[in-house]
């Protein structure tokens, strides 16, 4: 059956430095994914959507990779700042409903 | 744009009570679909409604079912509560572009039952 894992439960990292987080799908190949941020109380945000015929995508700070082959998606947070701490979903198309990974916890400290 | 908006935020419930949320989809927007969130399942897709006809429906069982009105209003409603019903409940409204769908998600209505 269709499983997206999401790397580890929290990721504590120092301000400014890149945060890495990352999306392993296994036994589908979706036509996009996408990246959502959620804090606490509230519902997810859109971020980011990469196609499958794409590599890269940036949006600021923010950068995604898509690796159709190794079914994986990154998600970096360049010049990281304590703003950024919150859950980072990602999500990937599957029978015509997006699918969400159970999130990655980033917390950002000064 | 105003966003999409749930009623109420909050509500606590007593086991085999029934339970009925609502979502305001952004205007425009004719796709809602609903989803459960927990800690431990994370978030989970429980159905969707296009111009009044549910087009798709997750792994859930019978006591939750869905709405959608002429106006796209949703509403969702579970019947025979149970504790593991309490959770996060997510509405989100949908575009369509270029063949992607993008979600944008009220605050949701946060189920407590006791």
């Known amino acids: 059956s269709q499983k997206i894992e999401q790397n580890s439960e929290a990721l504590n990292i120092q301000e400014g430095k890149t945060a890495t987080l990352t999306c392993n799908y296994t036994n589908y190949s979706p036509a996009y994914l996408q990246w959502y941020r959620q804090d606490p109380g509230r519902g997810p945000v859109f971020l980011l959507l990469i196609r499958e015929n794409e590599k890269e995508k940036r949006k600021e700070r923010l950068k995604v990779t898509f690796d159709t082959t190794l079914k994986q998606s990154l998600f970096h947070i360049t010049a990281s700042q304590p703003a950024d701490s919150a859950t980072y979903l990602c999500a990937l198309d599957r029978a015509d409903k997006l699918i969400f990974g159970t999130g990655t916890r980033l917390q950002v400290f000064p | 744009k105003a966003g999409v908006t749930q009623t109420p935020r909050y509500l606590i419930k007593t086991r085999g009570q029934q339970v009925t949320l609502s979502c305001s989809p952004i205007s425009g927007h004719r796709s809602v679909s609903w989803y459960q969130q927990t800690p431990g399942q994370g978030l989970q897709f429980l159905f969707e409604?296009?111009?009044?006809?549910?087009?798709n429906k997750g792994n859930f069982p019978g006591r939750f079912s869905g709405r959608q009105f002429s106006n796209s209003r949703s509403e969702m409603n579970v019947s025979t509560l149970e504790l593991g019903d309490s959770a996060l409940y997510l509405c989100?409204?949908?575009?369509?572009?270029?063949?992607?769908?993008?979600?944008?998600f009220g605050p949701g209505t946060r189920l407590l039952v006791l």
């Open positions: 409604y296009f111009s009044e006809t549910q087009r």
């Open positions: 989100a409204s949908t575009s369509q572009t270029g063949g992607q769908e993008t979600q944008y």
